[in-house]
């Protein structure tokens, strides 16, 4: 490893030519004056993504998927490259905000026990897009699907981040991977993602593999990134809600085993039903609530459907 290389700044491209371009271009200008590299690699890209980088960022090494490999194998073949000391993933739908990556490493530079820190995460719009969240678990998921959490406090372990204005520097059980900074010597010790995981789940399991081994996870406000959010995946939400809860199914086996497994289906069963029940009178008595109410009602009845009956235990 160089140590004169202080970021490796790693991304992966799937079907976004356009937006990767304009990241890797707040992105570049973000660098500048840091000792850093870039690595872009490509998931089998159908829009001519890996030609357009090389064309318009020729100092950026791309790397090519012959199929489309996931986020974790992707993630992880760029990280055995990396040679920074620090490694930035950022997603291509992500937007770095002047002094986010300063701010990032001025975190992990000051809390030696943090393995890892994500920032203030934004929408389009600059409102808050919240990016931390507690580790799932059978209890958790009666929890919420109960509204246990929702009666308790941000700081309570019954409660959860959902109304923290994430407005403070804190320790979290783990932070949304559309950007996060990573310390090497962590990546050296717990290894990269699980690649089981095709979408979904991985940064929380990576972040449990972290905190198994005595790290903490970090969130600062100071460093601010615009996340668009699901650009790769647009078009696709049936198969997005698959890949979704199919990782959902394998966290759970893998850290809870199959009773485990057995109690989240069963607590988002009972979840489901009184929300379809809930959506089902705001459609008849709500007439200007009513088309989020169907929505709501098909995704519900989907879910309970596909909680009931679907036991094939992989992700996808």
């Known amino acids: 490893m160089s140590e004169s290389l202080e970021i490796s700044a790693i991304l992966v491209s799937y079907n976004t030519r356009q937006m990767t371009l304009d990241s890797?271009?707040?992105l570049a200008g973000e660098l500048a004056g840091i000792s850093a590299e870039i690595i872009v690699v490509d998931n089998a890209s159908s829009d001519g993504s890996a030609d357009a980088i090389r064309a318009a960022f020729p100092q950026i090494?791309?790397?090519?998927c012959g199929w489309n490999a996931g986020f974790?194998?992707?993630?992880n073949l760029a990280m055995k490259e990396a040679k920074g000391r620090y490694l930035l993933l950022i997603n291509t739908d992500a937007f770095v905000r002047p002094g986010a990556v300063r701010e990032l490493t001025g975190y992990l530079d000051r809390h030696p026990k943090a393995a890892l820190v994500g920032p203030r995460l934004l929408n389009a719009d600059g409102s808050l897009q919240p990016s931390c969240y507690r580790f799932p678990s059978p209890w958790r998921a009666w929890a919420e699907n109960l509204y246990i959490s929702a009666m308790f406090g941000n700081d309570s372990s019954l409660g959860d981040y959902r109304h923290w204005a994430h407005d403070r520097e804190r320790i979290v059980d783990w932070v949304v991977g559309a950007c996060c900074l990573v310390r090497r010597e962590v990546y050296e010790q717990v290894g990269g993602f699980d690649e089981r995981f095709f979408m979904y789940a991985e940064e929380t399991d990576w972040q449990r593999?972290?905190?198994?081994?005595?790290?903490e996870i970090g969130f600062t406000p100071a460093a601010q990134v615009m996340h668009l959010g699901g650009a790769s995946g647009a078009g696709e939400k049936p198969k997005i809600n698959r890949h979704f809860f199919g990782s959902l199914d394998l966290y759970e086996l893998k850290h809870h085993g199959f009773l485990g497994?057995?109690?989240?289906?069963v607590a988002m069963i009972v979840g489901c039903a009184l929300r379809l029940a809930l959506w089902s009178a705001v459609l008849l008595l709500s007439p200007a609530r009513r088309a989020v109410a169907k929505g709501k009602i098909r995704l519900m009845g989907w879910?309970?459907?596909r909680q009931t009956t679907?036991?094939?235990l992989s992700p996808g």
């Open 310 to 312: 679907y036991w094939r």
């Open 72 to 75: 974790g194998v992707a993630n």
């Open 24 to 26: 890797l271009q707040a």
């Open 209 to 215: 593999r972290m905190r198994v081994a005595g790290w």
């Open 61 to 64: 090494k791309v790397m090519q």
């Open 303 to 305: 879910l309970l459907w």
């Open 261 to 265: 497994l057995l109690s989240v289906r």
